[in-house]
């Protein structure tokens, strides 16, 4: 394994964020494409982390040698840096941020390509799930924040007024403008649920786009993989149950490819208050955090997937969440819970086979 020093990066960041934003390659003609010169050369495991959107990202890629993998991971560090400062609900001069700011009701705003494409995939999903996945819940999500620094729960007016403010169906697009709208006053929106699983799409693109496709990206639990590593059937990533460990009863091993995989559930982030358990994890319904305790890990073609029906399907709960998951072309999920004391695991009919 090599692990990359950072001073190998060298890059024009302009190129970067056009790979970010999906500009299209070359047109395609009826020849087969030649193999990547990667492929042709015997492969090194080569590795990179960074840290943005709040995270921890990693990356592992198979390259002939650091010439080949060093600019390719220099653009993906920038492009995910470049979504950050489109979709962080924590940075005021985030794009996300100026379009709370700036849209009223009869006002639509302009939108980045990437801006457009996530809240286009955000708000299909929330009508598909009937709300279950939200982006406009970051009033309550700023209530809750508070709740599990302090360790007490949101004043009820103070819920009840947040509440008011939810509701997906206050966002329009339009794709011929490529403008939204935001049609009442106070909507702040957050992409916690679905940003960085749609990074790692933007990575996987690029590497790809360097003739480096056997790789793996990870941001903090969301894993997406393209090409298997050399001379292996696939990316082996260990499921676990809600204790968190390898050894539990609920762990098994799957072997993926050009993939994605989420885990969402209070197993590390929750909240005890007065004696009850709040997840990290918030009903867009009731503006409560999950007060069962319960984890999905779901399978998905794409990050953007894999990372926003988890959280879905663990608001949907364990029989409407996995009857919605069968219906989603390529996607499996597993969900484990507490009931009575016993942890309950079901999961999708096509959900991947334990590997060793």
């Known amino acids: 394994m090599r692990v990359l020093p950072r001073c190998l990066m060298s890059l024009a960041v302009a190129m970067a964020l056009e790979l970010c934003a999906g500009s299209p390659g070359p047109a395609a003609d009826d020849r087969p494409p030649p193999a990547p010169a990667a492929e042709r050369l015997p492969l090194h495991r080569y590795q990179y982390d960074f840290v943005a959107m709040g995270m921890k990202y990693l990356i592992?890629?198979?390259?002939?040698?650091?010439?080949?993998v060093a600019r390719a991971l220099e653009e993906s560090e920038s492009c995910v840096h470049h979504l950050d400062q489109v979709m962080s609900d924590y940075n005021t001069e985030s794009e996300l941020s100026r379009l709370g700011s700036n849209s009223k009701p009869g006002l639509p705003v302009k939108l980045s390509p990437e801006l457009y494409e996530v809240l286009d995939h955000s708000l299909e999903l929330s009508s598909q799930t009937n709300g279950a996945f939200d982006i406009t819940v970051g009033p309550v999500i700023s209530l809750w924040r508070t709740a599990r620094r302090l360790k007490k729960m949101p004043a009820k007016d103070a819920l009840e007024k947040a509440l008011s403010r939810i509701g997906w169906e206050a966002v329009k697009l339009d794709p011929v403008s490529r403008t939204a709208e935001l049609t009442r006053e106070e909507i702040e929106l957050d992409l916690g649920g679905i940003a960085a699983g749609f990074a790692c799409d933007k990575v996987?693109?690029?590497?790809?786009?360097?003739?480096?496709?056997?790789?793996?990206?990870?941001a903090s639990g969301d894993i997406l993989v393209g090409d298997p590593p050399p001379d292996r059937e696939g990316w082996k990533v260990t499921v676990t149950g809600l204790s968190g460990g390898t050894e539990d009863a609920g762990a098994r091993t799957v072997t993926l490819n050009n993939a994605s995989i989420?885990?969402?559930?209070?197993?590390?982030?929750?909240?005890?208050?007065?004696?009850?358990?709040?997840?990290?994890?918030?009903?867009p319904?009731?503006?409560?955090?999950l007060s069962r305790r319960s984890s999905?890990?779901?399978?998905?073609?794409?990050?953007?997937?894999?990372?926003?029906?988890?959280t879905a399907v663990n608001v949907l709960?364990?029989?409407?969440?996995?009857?919605?998951?069968?219906?989603?072309?390529?996607?499996?999920?597993v969900m484990f819970e507490i009931i009575d004391g016993t942890e309950v695991r079901k999961e999708s009919r096509n959900f991947p086979p334990v590997t060793h």
């Open 285 to 289: 319904k009731t503006g409560l955090g």
């Open 204 to 218: 996987l693109a690029i590497l790809k786009s360097h003739g480096l496709p056997r790789a793996l990206i990870e």
């Open 60 to 68: 592992v890629v198979y390259a002939p040698d650091e010439a080949s």
């Open 317 to 333: 709960g364990e029989d409407a969440g996995i009857a919605w998951i069968e219906k989603q072309p390529g996607c499996s999920a």
């Open 296 to 310: 999905t890990t779901v399978i998905a073609p794409t990050g953007w997937q894999a990372d926003s029906y988890a």
């Open 262 to 283: 989420t885990t969402s559930g209070d197993a590390r982030q929750f909240v005890e208050i007065d004696g009850q358990r709040y997840s990290h994890i918030v009903d």
